[in-house]
């Protein structure tokens, strides 16, 4: 068994040097990669399926303009088309159990795929780094369903307000912390700045007070994370630790 990031590839098989059956599961990255690449190798002996519960490949760096209001058709790619021109055998299909000594999955709709070699590609799960709370009160957007989920919630917070006329009130309620200043939570805190104002139109707000917090951010991209905010023209509070750190309006 050997693994490779998200991969995970399983093999009992080691009296042939080139396998009669290779089983791919997951479409993200790691999985389409791994089967174009050994497509491309060109083993006449071998054949490559492919399952994959999505008929589409979800681009998810993309994602955070899903909770923005963007079609999620924009960060779809058939998984036909991905393929398209190589020897891979493409199936739409959740498996539900492995049973490595008969070298077998069973999918949910009754079919059994049996291998030779199996790679695992099922991508990765959001890290809460143990902090109390946020599994549980936050919102992740790996996912087209997870994106569409968050912006739901922005769209609900906004028409909760639109009756209040407490300005404290309505400021707890449209606050929006993103936690983690990788690239994903710095695009989409710059996106919310633009997003909320678009937002408060609709609901007919004369004023929006957002604040975005970046949360445990490098000293490396601190001036990047301020001119992404800075361009909606956004009031950012960049938090480092215990020190907070106002950064005026652009």
Known sequence: ???????LIMSDHESSPVPTHILIVGAGFGGL???????RAGHKEATITLVSEKPHFEYYPALYRVVTGTSPL????????VLHGTSVEFVVDKIATIDPSQRMLRGTSGSMYVYDELILALGSETTYLNIPGLEKFSFG????????????????????????????????????????????????AGELAVYAKKLAK?????????????????????????????????????????ETKEEPKK
């Not at 924009?74 to 088309?81: K, L």
């Open 141 to 188: 957007f790996k996912s087209i369903t997870e994106a569409l989920r968050l912006k739901r919630h922005l769209h609900e917070l906004f028409v909760a307000c639109t009756g209040v006329r407490e300005r404290d009130t309505k400021k707890k309620l449209l606050h929006f912390v993103v936690v983690g200043g990788g690239s994903s939570g710095v695009e989409l």
């Open 202 to 242: 609709e609901h007919d707000f004369v004023t929006i007070d957002a604040t975005k917090t970046v949360d445990d951010i490098q000293e490396n991209i601190r001036e990047k994370v301020k001119e992404v905010l800075g361009k909606p023209r956004a009031s950012a509070k960049i938090k480092d630790g215990a």
């Open 74 to 81: 924009q960060v779809c790619i058939p998984i036909s088309d």
């Open 1 to 7: 068994m050997l693994k490779f990031g998200t991969l």
């Open 33 to 39: 990669a791994a089967a174009r690449a050994l497509s």
